[in-house]
């Protein structure tokens, strides 16, 4: 009996350890994510870090760089123009989450149309969020969830947008609306991000739905996720996964599931 113990016990450890290697190196199941991560020499702009192991494709790549791209047909410009260096944070936001392989421990089930899995928590690095925050404090926004609660619906270029919104917004204009886009639903006032966003973890934790966690921790500390990265000197997110997959916190309720079930699954096979 207790051999029999004994043999169930390994088994269920390698199952466990497998499945934690396994988020070490893995797309997640969304809308343009390849299935397993590859070399990619093309990626286009700020997702080129990537290049040497990525989730995204060079197409997707290129996708994440354009206004109201066919990635999404997310319109950046809702309320008027994002500022250049607001939106290349948004655009390195779209490479990590297209592009990264280093993610899998922040996988979780999404059940929406478009996507089975999304991201919860991943913590970013203070740098990051902060530096994000400050280069759009003075960008305009009508919503802090950006993935919930739009206006989707086909308006023609200039119809209605801007009914219900008071005529000092009038600079809110969306640039060349086009049908099929998000537009501010009514009643949301289009005004500064540090309003909607007032600290810095506010905007990475709220606009996306908690897809990010705001930390204290440091870029280069293996702690926490970079956005930004030199590939010069290799991808630090890698080690960060690895860290997370080790040493649970929010990271990976799946495998915990497996492991907690594995060993009554296997005795009931004896
Ligand atoms: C959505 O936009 C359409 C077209 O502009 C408009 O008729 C409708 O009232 C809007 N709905 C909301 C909830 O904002």
């Not at 396994?22 to 020499?41: F, I, R």
């Not at 000092?168 to 009643?187: D, E, F, K, V």
Request: net charge neutral.
């Amino acid at each position: 009996m207790a051999a029999r113990w004994a043999v169930l016990g390994l088994l269920a450890a390698c199952v466990a350890s497998a499945a934690k290697e396994s988020v070490l190196n893995m797309c997640m199941d969304a809308k343009h994510h390849k299935t397993q991560p590859g070399p990619e020499g093309a990626l286009h702009g700020q997702c080129a870090p990537w290049k040497d192991n990525a989730c995204c494709t060079a197409e997707t790549s290129t996708g994440a760089h354009q206004d109201q791209s066919y990635l999404y047909d997310f319109n950046w410009n809702h309320c008027g123009a994002m500022p250049e260096k607001c939106k290349q944070h948004f655009i390195q936001d779209t490479c990590l989450y297209e592009c990264s392989p280093n993610l899998g421990p922040w996988i979780d089930q999404a059940d929406t149309s478009w996507r089975r899995e999304r991201i919860l928590n991943v913590p970013l690095c203070k740098e990051d969020c902060e530096l994000w925050w400050e280069d759009c404090k003075d960008a305009i926004t009508c919503k802090e969830n950006w993935h919930k609660g739009w206006n989707w619906t086909s308006a023609r270029d200039g119809e209605g947008w801007l009914e219900g919104v008071q005529p000092q917004l009038a600079h809110c204009r969306p640039l060349s609306p086009s049908p099929g886009t998000n537009r501010c639903p009514r009643g949301f006032i289009c005004q500064p991000f540090k309003y909607v966003f007032p600290r810095p973890g506010d905007l990475c934790e709220k606009i996306w739905s908690n897809s990010y966690k705001y930390t204290t921790e440091h870029r280069g500390g293996g702690r926490c996720i970079q956005m930004w990265f030199d590939p010069a000197n290799g991808n630090p997110n890698v080690a960060v996964a690895k860290y997370y997959a080790q040493n649970g916190g929010d990271a990976s309720p799946v495998p915990r599931a497996v492991l907690l079930l594995l060993p009554a699954a296997l005795l009931s096979l004896l």
